[in-house]
């Protein structure tokens, strides 16, 4: 009995001596790879010194400069940026070759009378600024002393956003880089071509969306009109995320959802109409004459506008009878952008794709999407390398409920998934030194289908934060159980300076209480508040003038999206965001009264209540497209939802006329 006590309590002791161990850790996204704690703390100043290693200067002052910026936007602390050696209180950084057997990428941070941030490279030195600022947000009483040597446990670590299907602005490109930085992703591949299903389109491949976002001078035309991106834009993006230590691989599609080239020019269509019109033909010389001139536009010159080492061709999901033909193709254009220096990356699809002809595989990178297309262990076993983008696990799909995933299973993927894993049963050694990592996707198969850019972003940010903690610290469900690391995901920032979510604390009140905010439909107010984000409640009195409502009036507004008085001069409310109108047909505003409004959204509606009752909801409307191909109905769902503006009130072209009062905001638990 004695000893069964004596187990008792030593059982006690070690889960309690467990508990106080993994509390000493510092808590960050990703976590930490080691950590040895110090009796105390250090809080850092309000006003500082982010010292730089004069032998390090060339390398890591404008990572320093970053950083600086970033303690403002977070936290006000204003921090020079100077050369020299550290003092009490100050931040040091400096280039070390001392852990370097731990990649390029590793980083050693002490923190004691200063903080201390050595790496190999400039890129491990960012990291460390990265942990700095999450320790900086979860400590707020102060830092924890103690040192981490910490590293990631996958070269590539990255995410592949689909603006073929769906235009992302440059801004939002740019505040998903400094998102991923913030969370040690390293790798963003920008789809820049693609076209919706015919069938959501009446079958009609002369009506079916389709897009290529690049300015091209090679052939005038051919860029999207609903949106692109210039060529100096998408050159100083990459060269922007690079300072961010994110790898930007561009992406042309071909030859498959490749209808933004043959829409620009029907010759290149493969000439079995069966195909689809999406297919170019991979047996004209026109279609090669087409790419070629194409892909050097880009690639060619001695400022290449696609400024990385990587570049991605596609080579996915071509019809099946032409495997023979396919393979040539693959070939031609891996041997092509090598030509340039770039090292070429393709969609894994030759298990499919079958034929004689030989694709050296050890001449690129491939994304393996699907085991039945091509996995990772049959890239490894040709001598190829692979990054591992499973369908399955890894693609988001907004909007679809039919297949893949809405949302990502983070706590599946927390707890249980493997990176070196594409389906069950199969795996292979995550050692292998052609095993690069693991990206997740976001695509828009269903375009016009009312998702927005935040939309988007919203199932975005919590896959990037749990996928970045597989591929930095691997499993460490063992050490954090999954309530504890959701708990720790809602609480951390996107990244500094980026709040695309448009969290909020508590209730905000955006306009003073009581105060009448007069508007002429000629003038504008700014507010403390950009938007505020799923889910939400939004509450304003109005009072409409009985004359000089302009159509279509805005009331709020911000950078995504504008909300509307008297739309179609019906005095109905509305919202306009990514080229979508959404209308309450429920109601119409009346002159010259008091009229009490509230707004709810969340992720699938936006509620208009009118004097405390709802008066309608605006939610997922779901129709019927006929699938010719395949000879079925399919489903096509439609959102209406909106991150609520609330950045200006007014407009000073074309705004709401009457009087506003007591706007208010919160996030509301649903």
């Known amino acids: 009995m004695k000893k069964r006590l004596l187990s008792l309590l030593a059982c006690v002791f070690a889960v309690f001596a467990c508990a106080v161990a993994q509390d000493a850790v510092p808590q960050v996204i990703p976590a930490l790879q080691s950590w040895k704690s110090k009796k105390g703390k250090l809080v850092l100043p309000q006003q500082g010194k982010i010292v730089i290693d004069p032998a390090a200067s060339a390398e890591v002052k404008d990572a320093a400069s970053i950083f600086a910026s970033d303690l403002d936007e977070m936290f006000g602390f204003k921090y020079d940026v ?20 731990h990649g390029n990428e590793c ?14 490279t400039v890129t491990g030195a960012f990291w460390g600024t990265r942990t700095l600022l999450q320790m900086m947000h979860n400590q707020p009483e102060g830092l924890q002393k103690g040192e981490t040597l910490d590293y990631p446990e996958y070269r590539d670590r990255g995410f592949m956003l689909d603006v073929g299907r769906k235009f992302f602005t440059m801004d939002y490109l740019e505040k998903t880089v400094k998102l991923m930085a913030f969370y040690k992703m390293n790798l963003l591949q920008v789809h820049l071509n693609d076209n919706a299903f015919v069938e959501d389109f009446n079958n009609d491949w002369n009506l079916t969306y389709s897009a290529f976002r690049l300015e091209s001078e090679s052939f005038p035309g051919l860029t999207a009109l609903d949106g692109s991106y210039t060529k100096d834009e998408f050159r100083n993006f990459q060269k922007m995320a690079l300072r961010y230590g994110i790898m930007v691989v561009p992406e042309i599609d071909v030859p498959a959802h490749s209808l933004a080239f043959t829409q620009f020019n029907p010759r290149l269509a493969a000439d079995k109409k069966e195909y689809g019109m999406d297919h170019l033909d991979l047996y004209k010389e026109e279609v090669y004459e087409f ?16 400024v990385g080492p990587y570049v991605n061709i596609g080579t996915d999901e071509y019809d099946l009878h032409e495997g023979e033909q396919f393979r040539k193709f693959s070939n031609y254009y891996i041997d092509y952008i090598a030509k340039f220096g770039k090292r070429p990356r393709i969609w894994g699809s030759l298990n499919m794709m079958k034929g004689e002809t030989q694709v050296d595989l050890t001449k690129c990178d491939v994304n393996a999407w699907n085991y039945g297309w091509m996995g990772v262990d049959t890239v490894l076993k040709q001598g190829g390398t692979a990054i591992n983008l499973c369908d399955w ?5 907004p909007g679809v409920h039919s297949y893949y995933q809405d949302f990502l299973d983070a706590k599946w993927l927390y707890e249980t998934w493997k990176p070196n894993k594409m389906n069950s049963g199969n ?4 050692d292998d030194p052609n095993f690069l990592g693991v990206m997740f996707a976001l695509w828009n198969d269903h375009a016009k289908n ?19 903690e597989r591929l930095w610290r691997g499993n460490n469900s063992a050490n954090v ?36 905010i007069k508007l002429t439909g000629k003038d504008s107010i700014g507010t403390e508040v950009d938007a505020v984000g799923y889910p939400y409640s939004v509450e304003f009195e109005i009072y409409a003038d009985k004359e000089g409502q302009v159509r279509s009036g805005i009331l709020f507004q911000d950078d995504y999206s504008k909300f509307l008085t008297n739309w179609g001069g019906a005095g109905k409310f509305a919202f306009e965001r990514d080229g979508y109108i959404n209308v309450f047909h429920g109601y119409s505003l009346p002159a010259e009264t008091w009229v009490k409004v509230r707004i709810e959204g969340d992720h699938e509606s936006t509620s208009l209540y009118v004097n405390d009752k709802l008066v309608e909801c605006l939610g997922i409307v779901e129709n019927d497209v006929y699938n010719k191909r395949w000879d079925r109905i399919d489903p096509f769902w439609y959102y209406q939802t ?6 200006q009130v007014g407009d000073k072209n074309i705004g709401f006329k009457g009087q506003v009062r007591n706007v208010k905001c919160g996030q509301v638990e649903k």
Not at 107 to 120: C, E, N
Not at 642 to 647: E, N, R, T
């Open 393 to 397: 696990y890894l693609y988001i799909v």
């Open 481 to 516: 159980p999954y309530s504890q690391f959701e708990a720790l995901c809602k609480t951390t920032p996107e990244a500094p300076g980026v709040n695309v979510l448009a969290r909020v604390n508590g209730t905000v009140e955006v306009t003073a209480p009581g105060e009448v």
């Open 107 to 120: 980083y050693r941070m002490t923190i004691d009378k200063q903080v201390k941030i050595a790496a190999p």
């Open 450 to 468: 009312g998702i927005s850019q935040q939309d988007a972003y919203y199932r975005t940010f919590p896959a990037m934060q749990v996928v970045s």
């Open 642 to 647: 909106l991150v609520f503006p609330l950045q």
């Open 291 to 306: 790419l070629d001139t194409l892909f050097a536009e880009y690639v060619g010159g001695e400022d290449p506008v696609f």
């Open 82 to 101: 100077v050369e020299g050696k550290p003092s009490k209180n100050d931040i040091y950084i400096t280039i070390s070759d001392k852990d370097k057997e």
């Open 427 to 430: 795996e292979w050694d995550s």
